[in-house]
């Protein structure tokens, strides 16, 4: 007799990005799940590479399919996958997936279907098919409370059917924090003070505030003519933010760095006094917790997800939205109080390790699925 199966459909396993490392740890715990209970697990993501993949997350080796963004051939796959099946789950891991689990539970009645939002995807009202496949499904999750508000109240899917579900840490950086010694800071890294922004530089998503951050840097150069910003990150806004930063004559102030390993990432989180980012559209904000891994105090704005993550004076600093000087007088602050950085950051490490470890997730998660 068939087992049960879970069916997980990704947007992408293999990229840079919040939605990404979300999915993979997902289908990481999907599948510690699914093994659990005797069942099997399939994978799919839509705009993968054509073909079969491999990748490690959180301890496991996780297999799955690519389908190189053709939409219609994920679609009959996954409907394919679901024939016959004598009961499961299908979770979408975006809500631009909710209309394939849609007709996959239309194939088979037996199945669940449940579907992932992140953010920003929801805080607009979907085209009204997608809208009514994302209402449609069984469970519809959210990271945060301000994402699981959007789900009601702009995508208009029933309150019974939403679920919050905290997105949680890769383990790697837990062990990469405890021991950051061994972590290999990338060439040209300032000597100094330092600042860290992480995040994606694109065009589409200046939210992220990183105008903000260099303006407030800025103003603060003259009071602390010793301090740096790095900004971790690549996207097609970079040539943009380097002018910003030389029309401001910045240069030797403000640093980018693109393209670099997950063990370099973790050297700037050590090496950095303060993590940063004022962004306005984070539907949860996994950076933030990376920093806190590293007993790092975070400074973010009163907006979106961050709101969940960020206890003002808890762990971190809130300041209002699209305000440099108040970013400023954020960052004025935790520079010149060394107490209480150290403060909120270890507040911040014991947060990260309690509320958002992976195997806290697993189990929320779990719980979600049912039986």
């Known amino acids: 007799m068939a087992k049960k199966k879970i069916i997980g459909l990704f947007p992408e396993l293999l990229g840079i990005g919040g939605v990404q490392e979300a999915g993979r740890l997902t289908a990481a715990a999907l599948d510690e799940i699914a093994r659990s209970r005797g069942w099997t697990t399939e994978f799919v993501a839509l705009n993968d590479p054509f073909g079969p993949h491999s990748l490690g997350v959180a301890g496991r080796a996780i297999s799955f399919r690519g389908f190189g963004r053709m939409k219609v051939r994920f679609t009959l796959s996954g409907i394919n996958r679901a024939f016959g099946l004598p009961g499961g789950v299908v979770l979408a891991g975006h809500p631009n997936l909710a209309p394939p689990a849609s007709w996959m539970r239309r194939t088979n009645s037996g199945l669940k279907t449940i579907v992932m939002s992140h953010g920003i995807d929801v805080w607009q009202p979907l085209p009204g098919g997608r809208r009514r496949a994302l209402a449609g499904a069984d469970l519809v999750l959210g990271p945060s409370n301000d994402t699981t508000r959007k789900l009601v109240d702009v995508q208009h899917v029933a309150q019974e059917k939403v679920r919050k579900l905290a997105w949680p840490l890769n383990p790697a950086f837990l062990r990469m924090a405890e021991a950051p010694e061994r972590l290999p800071l990338p060439a040209g890294f300032p000597q100094g003070r ?59 102030s403000i640093h980018f760095f693109e393209n670099l390993q997950r063990e370099e990432i973790g050297a700037c989180y050590s090496r950095a006094e303060i993590f940063a980012l004022p962004s306005t559209g984070e539907g949860f904000g996994l950076v933030f917790l990376e920093a806190m891994a590293f007993s790092k105090p975070v400074l973010g704005v009163c907006c979106g997800g961050a709101t969940d993550v960020i ?50 997730f697993r189990g929320e998660l779990e719980s979600v699925l049912g039986d």
């Open 194 to 252: 330092v600042i860290l922004t992480v995040g994606r530089w694109a065009a589409a998503e200046r939210y992220k505030g990183a105008d903000e951050l260099i303006r407030a840097m800025s103003q603060l150069r003259a009071e602390a003519p010793g301090v740096h910003l790095v900004a971790v990150g690549g996207g097609d806004d970079l040539p943009r933010l380097r002018k910003l930063v030389t029309d401001l004559g910045m240069t030797g």
């Open 311 to 360: 206890e003002d004076d808890v762990n971190g600093l809130m300041t209002a939205p699209g305000n440099s000087e108040e970013l400023a007088q954020g960052l004025r602050r935790l520079l010149s109080d060394v107490p209480l950085r150290e403060r909120l950051g270890q507040r911040g490490a014991q947060i990260v390790r309690q509320k958002y470890a992976f195997d806290v």
